[in-house]
């Protein structure tokens, strides 16, 4: 047997810890609720793998996750047979920072103050590395499914850890063994009342039973089925359970906004139960961010990499339950499948259709979360051509006349003026910057209502040409918008040519700047000011043209 070897933490990870063991977090009961994850994760993906290879489950099929307490020696162990680990993925694992969320933690945490870093950990789910908020020693034993050899991990959190194979009778037969030597102030987490009490809470509706032994010497009891909740009748779900089963399947402390739980029936049969949270995620823009839709077969997890919806509806988490996918081929060929693909356009016609209901039921409640995801769903209507009608009646804006509230664009259409023919956009960073444009003087006057864009999404979707109920959009900057058919208010219209001392100010404009500007023209659209720039009329709008200039183009 070879002797341990003692490595260092990646750089990234040596600082995460830092923060971890220096943790003001109040509440640090959040590393059971990762830990248990990780170890469902790994009965979950044992459970695929053992469906093409069953040898891997041997005798012992059923997954289980053990949590075993050690008040005297202040010691909490949680134990799976699912996955295991081998050394070198045990290495890579504990030693790294691979997931993106991780790292976008990290950065945010490098920007935020010491008590607003402390909210932080609750929001994001840290992961593994979260046992270090409540034990100064953690040793992870595993020993991978198949494999005769187990080995251990060992650290004290403070920039390096042990590892080295050990004798396989101090790993678990199967899977994964985690202890954690607990801090002082941490006893409490010895309590079987207590981590009965927090699983149930956080971590109630992971697809594997719980069991818990409290004490070295006592029975091991069961303190949570594992029953998957969207395999029950809706009516039988509460409200509360919907919340904790959102908590634990996404991770978040926050609430849904809106829950989906439906059965699909006919030529293909799948569950679904997705959820659209009540709060923005931190790396809802981050570039690789993927959607967060688990695809199961028969309650077996296969992938969260299937991408059910599209990345326009990233920010929905939950699951698809099917009955009916092929179930051994790869995972790379179920990207391919015809169920998939079937199941792809349901669920996301369906959560369409339940956000065009909520809107219609509950506007207050639908715009929160247009506030928080308007942005994303906007990148559908370039990105999604099928769908941008249903997209354009969900759409909201903030207009020149709307004031704190948000329209719809059918109540814009709904207030078109005489002889309007376009809806007409102003599109810039600064809510207020572009409510007090000038360019929207002449709009004002005639009390013809104007978009007000400010998500960088926006410059994009208005030069895709889509119309909303035969009414193109058109920038209040390119060109003379047609202002001059839409009559003024109580006879403040000017008609006819400008008056010649117009027409001689122009030439001399004209003379002076020269090739600088490609026309000046007298125009209605001002009404207090003397002079605004605009773009051509078949000319790039000029907030496009400062993100290209801004790009780099
Ligand atoms: P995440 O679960 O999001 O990947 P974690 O920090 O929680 O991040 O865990 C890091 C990695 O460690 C996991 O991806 C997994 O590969 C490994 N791991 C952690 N716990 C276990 C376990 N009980 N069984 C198998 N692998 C595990
Ligand atoms: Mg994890």
Known sequence: EAAPQTCSFEADVSKLLHLMVHSVYSDKEVFLRELISNAADACEKLRYEGVSDPRLLGDDAQPRI???LDPEARRLAIEDNGIGMSQPEMAEALGTIARSGTRAFMERIAEAKDAEGAQLIGQFGVGFYSAFMVADQVEVASRRAGADEAALWSSDGLGTYTIGPIDPAQAPARGTRVVLHLKEEAAGYTEGFRIEQVVKAQ?????????????PDAETRQIADGAALWTRPKADITAEEYKDCYRSLAGQFDAPALTLHYRAEGLHEYSVLAFVPETKPFDLFDPDRAGRMKLYFRRVFITDEAQILPRYLRFVRGLVDSAD?????SREMIQQSPVLTAIQKGVTNRVLSELEKLAANDPGAYDQIWANFGAVLK???????????????????????SGDEQRSLKEYVGALKENQTAIYYATGADLDRLASSPQLEGFRARGIEVLLLTDQIDSFWVTAGLDFEGKPFKSVTQGAADLSLIPLPDGQSRTGDAPEDVTRFIEFVKTTLRDAVSDVRASDRLIESPVCLVAADQGIDRQLEKLLAGAGR
């Open 203 to 215: 971590s109630g509706h992971v697809p594997v039973p719980i069991f818990l032994r409290e004490q």
């Open 66 to 68: 053990t949590i075993m």
């Open 379 to 401: 990148e559908g209507l370039y990105e999604d051509f099928a769908r941008r009608e249903s997209l354009l009646g969900l759409a909201r804006f903030k207009t020149s006349a």
């Open 325 to 329: 996918l092929p179930l051994n081929v």
